[in-house]
C-alpha cells in the first residue's frame, strides 16, 4: 500500500472530518448557514438567509447575467476608447495566487488596484499568441454565503500560433487545467473584486498544473524565470518530510 506523505494526510482529514453543526441557522463571521447533521448547507435557504441579512439587491440570477456581461465587455479591454471601465468600481482590486502582494495574515485588503488591473492587461495582450483562445467559461453560481459575489471556472484551451513576448509560434496545443474564478458586486453592479487563476486540479491539462499566464508561458517552452511558474515539486523541507514519512512502519 502506497504511504500518504504526513500533509497529505493532514489535508484528508480537514476534508473529511466535520464538526456536529447546529440544526438551525446560526452565526458564522457574521454568515448564515443552515446545515444538517452531515455538514450539507441548505443551499436555497442559506443564500435567501444571507440576502435578507446583508439586504443585497441583485437577485442571484440577476448577478450571474451581469457577471457574464463583464466577461463579454472585457474583450474590448485592449481599446480604451471604446471599453467601458465603469464595469470595475473605483475601490476595484485584482487578486490572483501570485499577484496582488504578499497574503494579509491581519486582514488587510491586498490586490492591484483598477489603474493598475487595467495598465498590466493592456501590456500583455494574450490573443497576440493565442488568437484561438477559448476558456470554456461554465458552472456560474452565487456565494451563498456572500450573496453579491459569483463563482464560476474555465478549462481553457489554446493554440500558439502568434509570437508570446518575442517568442516564436511553437503551434502547440495547450489544454490548461480547471482554474476557480470570482466577481464580487458592489449594489450598483460593479466588480469590486476580482479572483482569477486558483487552480483546482493541478492533474488536468498539459501544462504542468500551472493556470493563468503562467501555464501559457510553460506550457509553450517559455517559463518565467522564478519558482511560481514551474510545475509544483515542493519546498526542500517538505520533500523532506515526505522522505521521512516512508521510513516510518506501516501499520498493519
Same mark, same amino acid.
Given at each position: 500500500?502506497? %504511504?500518504? #506523505?504526513?500533509?497529505?494526510?493532514? #489535508? ?20 448564515? =448557514? ?6 450539507? !448547507?441548505?443551499?436555497?435557504a442559506t443564500l435567501q438567509a444571507n440576502r435578507d441579512r ?14 457574464? =456581461? ?11 476608447? !471604446? ?11 485584482? $487578486?490572483?495566487?501570485? $499577484? ?5 495574515? %491581519? ?8 489603474? =493598475? ?13 493565442? /488568437?484561438? +483562445? ?7 453560481? $452565487?456565494?451563498?454565503?456572500? /450573496?453579491?459575489? !459569483? ?9 500558439? %500560433? ?16 480547471? =482554474?476557480?474564478?470570482?466577481? %464580487? ?5 460593479? $466588480? ?17 498544473? +500551472? ?15 522564478? /519558482? ?20 516510518? /512502519?506501516?501499520?498493519?
Amino acid at each position: 500500500m502506497r %504511504t500518504l #506523505s504526513l500533509a497529505a494526510l493532514l #489535508s484528508l482529514a480537514g476534508s473529511f472530518q466535520h464538526a456536529t453543526p447546529l440544526r438551525r441557522p446560526h452565526t458564522l463571521r457574521a454568515l448564515l =448557514e443552515v446545515t444538517d447533521q452531515y455538514g450539507f !448547507v441548505d443551499e436555497a435557504a442559506t443564500l435567501q438567509a444571507n440576502r435578507d441579512r446583508t439586504g443585497f439587491p441583485i437577485a442571484p440570477d440577476d448577478l450571474i447575467a451581469r457577471a457574464k =456581461e463583464v466577461i463579454v465587455k472585457n474583450q474590448n479591454l485592449q481599446d480604451p476608447a !471604446v471599453f467601458d471601465d465603469s464595469i470595475y468600481a473605483d475601490n476595484f482590486r485584482f $487578486v490572483a495566487p501570485f $499577484v496582488g502582494g504578499a497574503t494579509s495574515t %491581519t486582514g488587510e485588503k491586498i490586490g492591484f488596484t483598477k489603474a =493598475e488591473f487595467l495598465a498590466s492587461l493592456r501590456s500583455f495582450d494574450l490573443l497576440k499568441a493565442f /488568437p484561438n +483562445l477559448n476558456n470554456r467559461y461554465h458552472a456560474f453560481r $452565487v456565494d451563498v454565503f456572500e /450573496p453579491n459575489r !459569483v463563482w464560476f471556472q474555465t478549462r481553457a484551451k489554446a493554440t500558439h %500560433t502568434g509570437e508570446l513576448m518575442g517568442a516564436a509560434a511553437t503551434g502547440k496545443a495547450l489544454e490548461l487545467p480547471p =482554474e476557480a474564478l470570482s466577481m %464580487t458586486f458592489n449594489e450598483d453592479g460593479q $466588480v469590486e473584486l476580482f479572483t482569477v487563476g486558483y487552480v483546482i486540479d493541478r492533474t488536468a491539462g498539459n501544462t504542468g498544473g +500551472l493556470g493563468g499566464a503562467f501555464g501559457y508561458f510553460w506550457g509553450t517552452g517559455n517559463p518565467l524565470p522564478f /519558482p511560481e511558474c514551474q510545475p509544483f515539486k515542493g519546498s526542500l523541507q517538505l520533500r523532506l518530510l515526505g522522505a521521512l514519512q516512508k521510513l516510518l /512502519p506501516t501499520p498493519e
